[in-house]
């Protein structure tokens, strides 16, 4: 939590390759009560996923690095550097002084100035060295930054040519459209690079740059998402979240471990519809979830809680109720499905790349197949639906991934076409079985005598204001006497009728030790501050309010109750 140490939790392999490319700013930022700390600047671009980062306090904070981002471990020899700069045209700090300063630039190496060069050559010695350093010639480091900012008449960094080559920083490959070859970047440099998407976005004379690949700016996990492009951008981030909470294969050595706790799922399957990443990084190997197949259909049901799941495009969901195959729906190939996904989970939620995702692995079990889900691999020239719907119209089936089917019931034909797919699903570690919470005795605050909260401790649930107001619309108000008194902290207190004060009343001891035997026949309260004994009675409240009567006692606050016989 304070962000000094990841501990590599293995649940699955999701969780554990992803605590690896984690970065934590700190605890400390979490306090802060701006948000500029928590938002991604241009020169992150590439470095750090955008998608990647928790949802709740750390969100911001916790970030991850890309997939292609690396992080310069090796000190490289820069000894020759000074001297390959003069030859290319740098005045060295010794030499002579140039004519004109504000016609120079500086040059600087890992914070240490070597020289100064004339501000016509700058470009041409930055472009050259650019050169050797992607071609490996004169020993210049390829992970060696290059940035030259030039003079502009605006607010800006301070002018020169900066080179960079010390470790710990973070660089990542892209695509020199001069040189045609892989060069590694920085993240200062980054900045005053022009750095096009796809070959159609580039300018000639201006763009320099080409990205890899259109997912370059996903983290490891964000890339595994099918068709992320086709969703709204919080389900991609629940989606993170959610992989890394999923049962799945941890290890292939569960016997010789020493976990306290470790989850496997005995029948995983591979996905139908996969990302390029997902057989690079090999995934098969750790198995996440099963192909279901998914109905959309609006049900009813009684609300019982259950485990958890959730598809690979945020769409959590609980399992509510369990039904035999033979109550199921089935279409006219007698297929039932595995899962009832209800229709309203679509349109706010907008997990377009969900309904892609069914129609491909539909079309990809009847040609026998696996669909590529990378983002971006379809267009609004060509879009996705057209190309599955035209596998599934070769398959026989119904363009728009839609059946009839028929009530398990009855038998009777619903009167509206069902989406029918296949879509791959994840279990969540979170059961309900470690959840419930139930009491209905235990233990009790020693201050305010009421139960005491946490599973752990066999406490109660919270009853709020919220419920309160929740019971009272309903009309059993007096639901809230069993709730907050009877079934909380109950007590039984004496309250003198006279004066009103709940604290006087005493009981009276015996007049001497031989009357012992007969105290409980000559036992009687009596209030100590009007002197009276038959003004003392019984009457149960709860005793927090009794509590609270002894604190405005203490500040001098005296608190009467108007008693009255009932």
């Known amino acids: 939590a304070a962000g000094l140490t990841v501990v590599a939790d293995k649940l699955n392999f999701f969780r554990y390759i992803s605590h690896f490319r984690c970065i934590h700013r700190g605890a400390f930022f979490a306090q802060m009560r701006t948000t500029a700390v928590r938002k991604l600047l241009p020169e992150a671009w590439g470095f750090l996923c955008p998608v990647h980062t928790p949802d709740g306090a750390p969100c911001g904070l916790m970030n991850h690095m890309t997939a292609t981002c690396q992080v310069v471990t090796k000190v490289f020899s820069t000894v020759g550097l000074p001297k390959l700069l003069c030859s290319l045209g740098m005045t060295p700090i010794d030499g002579p002084a140039p004519g004109n300063m504000a016609d120079c630039y500086r040059v600087m190496l890992d914070g240490r100035i070597l020289g100064w060069i004339h501000a016509n050559a700058a470009q041409d010695v930055a472009v050259k060295l650019r050169m050797m350093k992607v071609k490996g010639i004169n020993k210049v480091p390829p992970v060696l930054e290059i940035c030259l900012i030039p003079k502009t008449p605006h607010a800006s960094q301070y ?19 001069a040189l045609d070859a892989i060069e590694l970047i920085g993240t200062f440099e980054q900045v005053y690079l022009n750095i096009c998407i796809v070959a159609e ?27 992320s492009d086709c969703n709204q951008s919080p389900r991609n981030i629940y989606q993170c979240q959610m992989g890394k909470q999923t049962m799945a294969t941890p290890c292939h ?16 399957q591979s996905p139908i519809v996969r990302n390029k990443m997902y057989d690079y990084y090999g995934m098969d190997n750790y198995p996440m979830g099963t192909n279901a197949i998914v109905a959309v259909i609006s049900y009813t049901r009684n609300p019982i809680i259950g485990d958890k799941f959730a598809s690979r495009h945020g769409q959590k969901g609980i399992c509510s109720q369990k039904w035999p195959n033979e109550n199921m729906p089935f279409s006219e190939s007698g297929m039932t499905p595995d899962i009832l996904f209800n229709p309203h989970g679509f349109p706010s939620r907008m997990t377009i790349g969900m309904m892609i995702e069914s129609m491909a692995g539909k079309s990809g079990a009847l040609h026998g197949l696996c669909h590529d889900s990378t983002p971006f691999c379809f267009s609004e020239e060509n879009p996705a639906i057209d190309y599955f719907g035209r596998a599934l119209t070769a398959a026989g089936y119904n363009y728009f991934g839609t059946e009839r089917m028929y009530s398990g019931i009855d038998g009777r034909e619903f009167e509206a076409d069902i989406f ?3 879509v791959y699903y994840q279990r969540l570690r979170h059961m309900v079985s470690d959840k419930f919470q139930v009491r209905s005795t235990g233990p009790i605050d020693q201050l305010t005598h009421q139960p005491v909260k946490g599973r752990k401790k066999g406490g109660g649930v919270r009853f709020g204001e919220m419920e309160r107001d929740a019971i009272l619309s309903l009309g059993t108000a007096f639901i809230l006497q069993d709730r907050l008194v009877n079934c909380s902290d109950k007590t039984m207190a004496r309250v ?5 004060s709940l604290l006087s009343a005493q009981m009276e001891k015996p007049p001497s030790a031989l009357a012992a035997a007969s105290f409980e026949a000559a036992r009687h309260w009596v209030c100590k501050i009007c002197g009276r004994k038959d003004s ?20 001098n606050i005296k608190l009467t109750l108007d008693v009255k016989p009932v």
Do not use: W
């Open 201 to 227: 976005e580039a300018h000639e004379g201006l763009t320099t740059h080409q990205e890899l690949s259109e997912c370059s700016f996903l983290s490891v996990i964000a890339s595994l998402t099918p068709y």
């Open 420 to 422: 029918f797919g296949i």
């Open 536 to 555: 003392v009675v019984e009457i149960s409240i709860p005793f927090v309010f009794k509590y609270l009567v002894a604190e405005l006692a203490a500040m």
């Open 253 to 268: 050595a569960l016997q010789h471990r020493s976990d306290n706790k470790l989850y496997r799922l005995q029948t995983v």
């Open 159 to 177: 002018p020169g040519l900066y080179l960079f080559s010390t470790p710990a920083r973070m660089v990542r490959p892209v695509k020199n459209l």
């Open 496 to 500: 003198c009728t006279k004066c009103g």
